[in-house]
């Protein structure tokens, strides 16, 4: 468990900035997103998107033969029930 929030966020965003550059989300990681993620690394995926965004990852398709799964992350804005959101404001 990762209890020092640096190195939690040091450990933690690259797994976030491969789910947001599939996405096309990284210009800004407060919106909606969906990845593609093995299957077997669920748990340090899921972790990150509760770390950063306060949402957690939601499986939409099941495993594929390469062992990868659909995921979506709803997000910081619908997180916090912020109407940040610069779209949907």
């Given at each position: 468990?990762?209890?020092?929030s640096?190195?939690?966020?040091?450990?933690?965003?690259?797994?976030?900035?491969?789910?947001?550059?599939?996405?096309?989300?990284?210009?800004?990681?407060?919106?909606?997103?969906?990845?593609?993620?093995?299957?077997?690394?669920?748990?340090?995926?899921?972790?990150?998107?509760?770390?950063?965004?306060?949402?957690?990852?939601?499986?939409?398709?099941?495993?594929?033969?390469n062992?990868?799964?659909?995921?979506?992350?709803?997000?910081?804005?619908?997180?916090?029930?912020?109407?940040?959101?610069?779209?949907?404001?």
């Amino acid at each position: 468990m990762l209890t020092n929030s640096r190195l939690a966020r040091e450990y933690l965003l690259p797994y976030l900035d491969e789910m947001l550059d599939q996405s096309g989300s990284n210009e800004d990681w407060k919106r909606e997103f969906t990845a593609t993620i093995p299957e077997d690394k669920f748990e340090v995926y899921n972790t990150a998107a509760i770390f950063f965004t306060g949402a957690p990852l939601e499986v939409k398709f099941g495993v594929y033969r390469n062992g990868d799964i659909i995921v979506q992350c709803k997000g910081y804005y619908e997180a916090v029930d912020a109407n940040d959101d610069p779209i949907s404001a």
